[in-house]
C-alpha cells in the first residue's frame, strides 16, 4: 500500500519545537511528513475525529509518538494514541519517543521506545530512515536533488534580468544547467555523483564564461558519511566559504552556500 505520508507525528503542543527540529531534518532527507502545523488547513471546518482517523489510520505508513504529560493528559492526543495502536493490530507501525517518565493506561509496557534526552536529532533521524528502509545512497539522491532544485530556482531568478537561454540536462548521477547569451555559454553549473567505496561523492563546478587569465573557476568534491556528515576533500571550492577541512553536519547550510555562490556568480553579469 502506497502511503501519503511516510511519518505521522502525534504530539501535544507543548513539544512542538522538538517535533519542528526532527521533522525539518526528516524533510531535508527526502522523508514525506505529517505534522499538523505543516497543514493547518487541514483541519480546518474539518470534524477532527474523522479526519485525525485518516490521517493517521489510512495515510501514514508510520505514526512517530512523542509522548509526555502533556501527550497523557489532552483529549486529542490520546485518541491520535489510541489510532495507533489500533493501526499496530493490523501490523503496521508505530513507534514512541518520551519526553517525559510516563506511560498510557492502554499502552503495552513492552513496547519499546526511546528517550528524546539520549539521542541527538541526526541519530533519531537516522534511525527512522532505518525503520524506513532507506540508505545512505537514498540519502545521498534526496540531497542531489535538493542542491538540483535550489539551482535551478536560483539560477532562474538571475536570469529574471538577464533573459539568456536556459538549458538544462540531467540523468540518475549528474546534473548541469547553463545560462546562454547569443548562444555563447556565459555561466554553468554542474554536479554530479560518484560512486565510491561506501560512499558516494559529489563533484561541483561553477564556472563563468568566458574565462579570462584572473577568472575564479570554483569546483571541489565531498562526500556524505554514514554519520551524515558533509566532508569537503578538494582545495578551492567556493573559496569564500568553505575550508579545505571542514566536516559540516548541517545540509541546510551546504544547500544555502552554494546558492550564495550562484548568486555572486550571477551578480557579476550585472556590472
Same mark, same amino acid.
Request: net charge negative.
Given at each position: 500500500?502506497?502511503?501519503?505520508?511516510?511519518?505521522?507525528?502525534?504530539?501535544?503542543?507543548?513539544?512542538?519545537?522538538?517535533?519542528?527540529?526532527?521533522?525539518?531534518?526528516?524533510?531535508?532527507?527526502?522523508?514525506?511528513?505529517?505534522?499538523?502545523?505543516?497543514? *493547518?488547513?487541514?483541519?480546518?471546518?474539518?470534524?477532527? *475525529?474523522?479526519?485525525?482517523?485518516?490521517?493517521?489510520?489510512?495515510?501514514?505508513?508510520?505514526?512517530?509518538?512523542?509522548?509526555?504529560?502533556?501527550?497523557?493528559?489532552?483529549?486529542?492526543?490520546?485518541?491520535?494514541?489510541?489510532?495507533?495502536?489500533?493501526?499496530?493490530?493490523?501490523?503496521?507501525?508505530?513507534?514512541?519517543?518520551?519526553?517525559?517518565?510516563?506511560?498510557?493506561?492502554?499502552?503495552?509496557?513492552?513496547?519499546?521506545?526511546?528517550?528524546?534526552?539520549?539521542?541527538?536529532?541526526?541519530?533519531?533521524?537516522?534511525?527512522?530512515?532505518?525503520?524506513?528502509?532507506?540508505?545512505?545512497?537514498?540519502?545521498?539522491?534526496?540531497?542531489?536533488?535538493?542542491?538540483?532544485?535550489?539551482?535551478?530556482?536560483?539560477?532562474?531568478?538571475?536570469?529574471?534580468?538577464?533573459?539568456?537561454?536556459?538549458?538544462?540536462?540531467?540523468?540518475?548521477?549528474?546534473?548541469?544547467?547553463?545560462?546562454?547569451?547569443?548562444?555563447?555559454?556565459?555561466?554553468?553549473?554542474?554536479?554530479?555523483?560518484?560512486?565510491?567505496?561506501?560512499?558516494?561523492?559529489?563533484?561541483?563546478?561553477?564556472?563563468?564564461? *568566458?574565462?579570462?587569465?584572473?577568472?575564479?573557476?570554483?569546483?571541489?568534491?565531498?562526500?556524505?558519511?554514514?554519520?551524515?556528515?558533509?566532508?569537503?576533500?578538494?582545495?578551492?571550492?567556493?573559496?569564500?566559504?568553505?575550508?579545505?577541512?571542514?566536516?559540516?553536519?548541517?545540509?541546510?547550510?551546504?544547500?544555502?552556500?552554494?546558492?550564495?555562490?550562484?548568486?555572486?556568480?550571477?551578480?557579476?553579469?550585472?556590472?
Amino acid at each position: 500500500m502506497k502511503h501519503k505520508y511516510e511519518i505521522a507525528f502525534s504530539y501535544a503542543s507543548e513539544q512542538k519545537a522538538l517535533v519542528k527540529k526532527l521533522s525539518d531534518k526528516l524533510i531535508k532527507l527526502g522523508v514525506s511528513v505529517f505534522a499538523d502545523y505543516l497543514e *493547518p488547513e487541514r483541519f480546518w471546518g474539518s470534524f477532527l *475525529p474523522e479526519e485525525l482517523r485518516k490521517v493517521y489510520y489510512e495515510e501514514s505508513k508510520i505514526i512517530l509518538i512523542f509522548l509526555s504529560r502533556e501527550y497523557r493528559d489532552k483529549a486529542y492526543t490520546s485518541f491520535e494514541g489510541r489510532i495507533a495502536a489500533e493501526k499496530s493490530l493490523k501490523n503496521e507501525h508505530f513507534l514512541i519517543i518520551k519526553t517525559d517518565d510516563v506511560d498510557l493506561s492502554w499502552l503495552n509496557t513492552a513496547q519499546g521506545f526511546i528517550k528524546w534526552a539520549d539521542y541527538s536529532v541526526e541519530q533519531i533521524a537516522n534511525m527512522l530512515m532505518k525503520k524506513l528502509g532507506k540508505t545512505v545512497d537514498n540519502q545521498t539522491n534526496s540531497l542531489f536533488q535538493i542542491i538540483q532544485r535550489r539551482a535551478v530556482t536560483t539560477i532562474e531568478q538571475i536570469n529574471l534580468f538577464l533573459n539568456y537561454t536556459l538549458l538544462h540536462y540531467a540523468d540518475k548521477n549528474s546534473f548541469s544547467i547553463e545560462l546562454l547569451n547569443n548562444d555563447k555559454i556565459s555561466m554553468r553549473f554542474s554536479l554530479i555523483v560518484k560512486e565510491r567505496t561506501n560512499s558516494l561523492f559529489y563533484q561541483l563546478f561553477l564556472v563563468k564564461y *568566458p574565462l579570462y587569465k584572473d577568472s575564479e573557476l570554483y569546483n571541489g568534491e565531498f562526500c556524505i558519511t554514514h554519520d551524515n556528515e558533509f566532508v569537503l576533500y578538494n582545495y578551492g571550492f567556493f573559496r569564500s566559504i568553505f575550508s579545505p577541512t571542514i566536516t559540516y553536519q548541517n545540509q541546510e547550510e551546504l544547500v544555502d552556500a552554494i546558492a550564495s555562490e550562484l548568486i555572486k556568480c550571477g551578480e557579476s553579469f550585472y556590472d
